[in-house]
Every structure is written in C-alpha cells, then in structure tokens.
C-alpha cells in the first residue's frame, strides 16, 4: 500500500521535478557557455557581474574615513559632526561612495528590481570584514513602501550576508511606524527630530551585538534612530554595513 502511496507521488510529480532538474542543468549550461553581460556598460563580463572596468571605477571609499559615520575625511579621526552629536550607533563600515557608477547599481537593485545584485552587494560587503555580530537585522521599509516595491533591497541583501558571515538574521527584526521621506531641505538636528519614534523593535535583542544592513547612508538619521532604539530595548552594541557613504 505504501509503495503504491509513493510511487503515485513519483508520478504525480515526476514530470514537474524532471522539468526543474532539466531547467538547472540549462541555465548553468548557458551560465558556461555564455559570458554575462557587464551590469553597467554591457561589455562581457565573463562568470562576473562588473566588467574588469567597470569594477575598477567603483568609487571605493578612502581609507581615511570616520569610523563612526564613514564620512570621508582628510585626517584620521572622528568627523566633527560625530563629535558635536554622537550617533546611537557605534562605528559605519561602506564600501563605495555614493557616487558613480555605484549609484547606478545600487539604484537598478532598488527601482528595477535587479535582484541579482543583491547576492553580489552581499559579497562585497562581507569583504569589508563583520563587526561583532549575534543578530543582522535590515533597515525596514515601511508597509506602504514594501508593497508598492515588492521587495526590501536591504532585506534581500542581508538575507545572503547572514548565510556567507554564519550569522543570524531576522527580516522581521525591525518595523518601520512612520513612513518619512528624507527631507533634504532640512537640517540635520531637523532630520534627526523627524524620523523620531519611527522605528519598532521586534526581535530580542537584549545583551546581543547587533549589525544593521542599509543601502546608502546620506546624514545618518535613520540608522541614528534604528540604533537608539536598539539600544533602547537593550542592545550591547549596533554597528552599520552599508553599501554607500555619500560624500
Ligand atoms: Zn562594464
Ligand atoms: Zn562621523
């Protein structure tokens, strides 16, 4: 009886499992034999995603840096704004600067919904070397904002960053209450004020080193108030991986 129970559900779903085992082994045939195109200018870029070119134009972020904000500097040290008014978090690590052609990445990611990408930022900032880190938690988007995009650029890359760095993550970790646009027109301490209170804690992150992933960081106001809650709910220390500091 339990034979017959198991080959019926062979045959039921053999043919979906041949067409998937046939649908692999077609797009790593292709993979092998087709070289992928450069993201940003088309050109072969063999097995990689970036042409040795383009690559080579990424606007990696200077070594002499804040540590806490990774705002480029022209000697070692915190940058003034930090020391005026520490931040939650503790320190920022970038790769890029906002600048191109890392803006164009980082943009196809979130409004063409090259997901692809996602893995690739995952690996580059898991090159940057992990902080401290028992929980990896992703900058929230906030409700309207998901469904109008479908997807939470820092989520999908966060998500791959855990599985390379063996670290915990927890999608749902942090909710967005407020949905505020970053107002550009206003000043910093303006900024800071308004995207106050728009952050909930979900996860336990009492007595855990926290990691946050975000996409960009422009004056830090976010990931100041995502880590002052954090901190709040008891969290040891919070510290940023961002793919882009702008300069
Ligand atoms: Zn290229
Ligand atoms: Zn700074």
Redesign the pocket.
């Known amino acids: 009886m339990r034979q017959n129970g198991e080959a019926a559900i062979f045959f039921e779903n053999g043919p979906a499992m041949l067409r998937r085992v046939i649908g692999r082994a077609g797009r790593t045939l292709r993979a092998a034999l087709l070289p992928q195109q450069c993201r940003l200018c088309g050109l072969p870029a063999g097995d990689a995603l970036l042409c040795a070119g383009c690559r080579a134009d990424l606007p990696v972020l200077p070594a002499v840096h804040?540590p806490?904000?990774a705002?480029p500097l022209s000697t070692p040290g915190?940058?003034g704004?930090?020391l005026k008014k520490p931040p939650s978090f503790d320190t920022t690590q970038a790769c890029w600067q906002y600048a191109e052609p890392a803006d164009r990445l980082i943009h196809a990611l979130k409004f063409h919904a090259r997901l692809p990408l996602a893995g690739w930022f995952a690996r580059e900032l898991h090159g940057l070397g992990m902080p401290h880190c028992d929980l990896l938690l992703a900058m929230p988007l906030h409700p309207r904002r998901l469904a109008l995009r479908g997807f939470n650029q820092s989520v999908e890359i966060a998500r791959p960053l855990a599985r390379l760095a063996s670290v915990r993550f927890d999608a749902f970790g942090l909710e967005r209450l407020h949905d505020t646009p970053p107002q550009r027109e206003l000043a910093w301490s303006q900024r800071r004020r308004n995207v106050r209170g728009a952050f909930a804690v979900r996860a336990r992150v009492d007595g855990l080193h926290v990691v946050v992933v975000d996409d960009v960081l422009t004056t830090g106001a976010s990931l100041h108030e995502v880590a002052r809650v954090l901190k709040a709910a008891g969290a040891v220390s919070v510290n940023n991986l961002v793919l882009a500091r702008t300069p």
Request: charged share 10%; aromatic share 0%.
């Open positions: 804040c806490t904000c705002l915190i940058c704004r930090c």
